[in-house]
């Protein structure tokens, strides 16, 4: 899937906005892959895959689409 990250934290964690859906997706710094968390910017394309948790879907295996 593809989307753009809408915000980033401090925290190390920020979230991904995806066309067609209503609800952003989470992603942890521990979750990219080819990109440290530093280098995303916010409206930053980015390509990933969704994984459940038991918080909800997550996305993981981020990097720059």
Do not use: H, W, Y
């Not at 440290?36 to 910017?41: A, C, G, I, R, S």
């Amino acid at each position: 899937m593809t989307g753009v990250i809408k915000k980033k934290t401090d925290k190390g964690f920020g979230f991904i906005s995806v066309a067609g859906q209503e609800k952003d997706l989470f992603f942890n710094s521990k979750s990219l892959v080819g990109v440290t968390f530093d280098e995303l910017n916010e409206g930053d394309q980015v390509s990933f895959e969704v994984e459940d948790s038991p918080k909800g879907p997550n996305a993981v295996n981020v990097q720059r689409a």
